[in-house]
């Protein structure tokens, strides 16, 4: 019976292929910040970076808002990457909260710059689309990458996973959208940011989810 037993395993296994692991969600994340950062450094190339950092340097909120946006995008791949792991929490969705609150409160200043600094021009309404188109636009390659690494993995809450990823992406963009902001963020414009993020993160999470769904073992949130 036993002998039995041995040959009905061997034959079961003898086509089966070995198993790559995955590398740690935070080196993966890693990576996926290595194609941003990438990209940073193509537009940095392009860009009139002396007038960037003077733009930044003009008023505090300015940079806290760059920074802020950039923790978002670092903490959000990194939750990303550890919910795809089917023994993760769904806690590590709150991990970019820290950079969400600094962003948001930091961009939020943004209306009341014109007070504080008089010759800083505010972006006029011709500019929104672009705004928009650049956010939108740079997020469909970042979200291409992200899901394929992500997906790699087995992730139990697929829409709430691509949505933290979503998360990432549009801050990833929107980090890199001040290479070529040349104006002050007014309220049209920075409503017009929060209208291309959430679209953004709406479109991972409705297409991003239902790709993960199918790797899930149980799909759920």
Not at 44 to 62: E, F, G, K, N, T
Not at 97 to 125: F, H, K, N, Q
Request: proline share 7%; charged share 15%.
């Amino acid at each position: 019976m036993a002998a039995h037993l041995e040959t009905l395993i061997d034959d079961l296994g003898a086509d089966l292929t070995p198993v790559h692991r995955l590398a740690s969600p935070l080196i993966r994340a890693a990576g996926w910040v290595a194609v941003v950062a990438a990209i940073g450094i193509a537009f940095a190339s392009v860009a009139d970076l002396p007038a960037v950092l003077h733009r930044l340097r003009m008023v505090p909120d300015m940079w806290l808002a760059v920074l802020g946006s950039t923790m978002t995008m670092v903490l959000a791949a990194v939750a990303a990457f550890e919910m795809s792991m089917p023994d993760r929490k769904a806690t590590w969705a709150l991990l970019p909260l820290p950079g969400v609150v600094l962003w948001v409160a930091a961009t939020g200043m943004g209306c009341l710059r014109s007070w504080i600094i008089p010759d800083v021009p505010e972006a006029p309404m011709a500019e929104a689309p672009h705004c928009f188109a650049f956010i939108v636009g740079l997020s469909i390659p970042l979200s291409i990458v992200m899901i394929i690494m992500v997906r790699r993995a087995c992730p139990l809450r697929p829409n709430l996973t691509a949505a933290i990823g979503g998360l990432a992406v549009a801050a990833g963009a929107a980090t890199l959208l001040n290479f070529f902001h040349d104006f002050d963020a007014g309220a049209t414009d920075i409503a017009v940011h929060v209208v291309a993020i959430a679209l953004v993160i709406g479109l991972n999470r409705l297409l991003g989810g239902r790709l993960f769904a199918g790797r899930g073992l149980a799909p759920r949130a």
